[in-house]
DNA sequence: TAAGTGTATTAACATATATAATACACTATA
DNA sequence: TATAGTGTATTATATATGTTAATACACTTA
């Protein structure tokens, strides 16, 4: 699986799941663990295209769900910025965990499965 | 949401998931649950498509993909029917608990939590 | 003015999902 | 034996989504 780094985030695409979403994703992840400085210029959609192989209008839906929500702004003319409000990226970042337990809760209790079960599988579970 | 009781499973469908798929997951959700018996027979095709108000090939996809995880069993002529052997359930829900526990684990350290972090939130996370 | 930004539009294509219609093979039973 | 009810297979069609491609336009900086 071919990795690219740019910007301080790392790229890595799989066909399994939509481009865009990957790339919103990994941004976002680059961004939640504070792996990239606030108003950072981002690569342009032109070249990040390039590098990650794949059509500017991929990564441009990108981009624009990202300044959606307001992790990314944009400037016409001058390029794409993360943003200066740590605030917005804590805030998604909760949303984002939250979302992400209750997905989990649902699954888990769908499979029968106990609320301490899941606290005691979740211990003995090799965290990555 | 319409939801849907038949043979001690209850059915619900939306449409932001594929139908075949929601089948799948219901029954085997009641399965792992223990809400069905074993060798119990299920409804035919063509019934459970009238009563999901689903086309009947999009049953017999949901009822293949659970033949062929081996928990159900058509015989041709008679019917499909719920497996024989407890242990193919049993096995079957902790590769799906395993996976589960994967994909969150990926998904919060993709956030930057660290385990301890989890465990915390999924102590007073409200478990539905 | 030129080059590099983001943006918008339109077309084309592949794939997945779902429906529809039809036919066939097998089993149980009246 | 005939019939009804099983699962199965095939083909066609429609729709939505994801992706690429080509092109054009607006804005900013140098």
Not at 7 to 13: H, Q
Not at 16 to 42: C, D, H, N, S, W
Not at 74 to 89: A, P
Request: hydrophobic residues 40%; aromatic residues 8%; glycine residues 6%.
């Amino acid at each position: 699986m071919e990795s690219i780094q740019v910007a301080g985030i790392t790229f890595k695409l799989d066909p399994t799941k939509p481009f865009y979403e990957q790339i919103v994703e990994q941004v976002r992840g680059a961004l939640a663990r504070g792996e990239v400085a606030l108003e950072v210029r981002m690569p342009s959609v032109r070249e990040l295209a390039q590098l990650l192989k794949v059509n500017p209008n991929t990564v441009m839906r990108a981009y624009q769900d990202l300044e959606r929500s307001g992790l990314l702004v944009t400037y016409r003319g001058q390029g794409t910025f993360t943003t200066t409000k740590q605030e917005f990226i804590d805030n998604i970042r909760q949303e984002l965990a939250d979302k992400a337990i209750r997905e989990f809760s649902k699954a888990m209790s769908q499979l029968g499965f106990t609320h301490e079960q899941v606290l005691a599988l979740m211990e003995e579970a090799d965290y990555q």
